[in-house]
């Protein structure tokens, strides 16, 4: 009988020779993908030059997770430019509903104040109390917070 050996195993790239392929790449390619990636901010306004680093780095952490994939790929800058198109698209797709529009809803002091009319136009609050809301008596309220309100009306808000 034949002594049949099992083939040998194809060996994966050693993890050194991935890092030294990833690192010759990134010195290459990075002014290409943060300029890739500045030209597509300037699309959506006045490009973030920080914004543009934090996208640069995350595309080349994309790049570096495909592994074994690196040496498969004929054209690393192509590649890398498609990922950094990608990377601002995925941004804003993330951040899409994610804005806060700060508004100046007036001073707090005017909050629960009646609103009277003025001769100029506007409403301005008027001299009266702060209103306070009414309670139905429909059982569903707190007791201990009913004696509280009922004590802040009696005596005018004083301890």
């Known amino acids: ?18 890092n030294e392929q990833f690192t010759a790449a990134y010195a290459q390619y990075r002014p290409m993908v943060r ?19 934090d996208l640069t780095q995350n595309t080349f952490l994309a790049f570096y997770r495909q ?23 995925h ?26 009319p003025t001769a100029a136009g506007y409403c301005t609050p008027t001299a009266g109390d702060f209103r306070a809301p009414t309670l139905a008596d429909n059982g569903d309220s707190d007791p ?7 004590r802040v009306r009696q005596t005018g808000g004083a301890r």
């Not at 009988?1 to 991935?18: C, E, H, I, V």
């Not at 040496?71 to 990377?87: K, P």
């Not at 201990?144 to 009922?150: G, V």
């Open 91 to 116: 941004h804003y797709r993330l951040m899409r509903n994610q804005f806060e529009k700060p508004t100046d809803t007036g001073s707090w002091q005017y909050a629960n104040r009646e609103m009277g």
């Open 1 to 18: 009988m034949a002594n049949r050996a099992m083939p040998a195993a194809t060996t994966a790239t050693a993890p050194a020779t991935l």
């Open 35 to 53: 300029n890739t990636i500045l030209a597509r901010l300037s699309l959506y306004g006045s490009p973030d030059v920080h914004l543009a680093e």
């Open 67 to 89: 592994g074994d994939r690196l040496t498969q790929v004929r054209n690393i800058g192509g590649l890398l430019r498609v990922m950094a198109r990608q990377s601002v698209g």
């Open 144 to 150: 201990d917070m009913d004696e509280a309100l009922r």
